[in-house]
Nanobody, 133 residues
Framework: QVQLRESGGGSEQAGGSLRLSCIAAGHTYKIPSMGWFRQAPGKEREGVAAIDNDGRTVYADSVKGRFTVSKDNAKNILYLQMNSLKPEDTAMYYC???????????????????????????WGQGTQVTVSS
């Protein structure tokens, strides 16, 4: 089973930037699609962004224009560049990847539908992002 390891979280002031990374380890297969979700204390899990192997992306409305998701397909590393941070961005950020059964890299997989369904599959342990005003 793939292990997802996030890094790059921390504390930042409003208006600042952070870059999260997620490395997929413990496997040899290529992961076509990956994404991020977040969860703040007392709040529901929220999808943040996702990207497929062809570079198609999907974002939550709350982060559009501020966050950018990207992926190194050769190394199976996922990134999330977060600019213009707001206090409401404070949350634990998790990396997610569909299982090979969910996404075999074929045209049949929709990263948008995977995002809308809550990014099911393998998840990392999370990295904390705290934004102060």
């Amino acid at each position: 089973q793939v292990q997802l390891r996030e890094s790059g979280g921390g504390s930042e002031q409003a208006g600042g930037s952070l870059r999260l990374s997620c490395i997929a380890a413990g496997h040899t297969y290529k992961i076509p699609s990956m994404g991020w979700f977040r969860q703040a204390p007392g709040k529901e899990r929220e999808g943040v962004a996702a990207i497929d192997n062809d570079g198609r992306t999907v974002y939550a409305d709350s982060v559009k224009g501020r966050f950018t998701v990207s992926k190194d397909n050769a190394k199976n590393i996922l990134y999330l560049q977060m600019n213009s941070l707001k206090p409401e961005d404070t949350a634990m950020y998790y990396c997610a990847a569909p299982t090979p059964r969910q996404d075999d890299g074929s045209w049949a997989f929709s990263v948008a539908l995977w995002f809308q369904s809550g990014l099911p599959g393998n998840w990392g342990q999370g990295t904390q992002v705290t934004v102060s005003s």
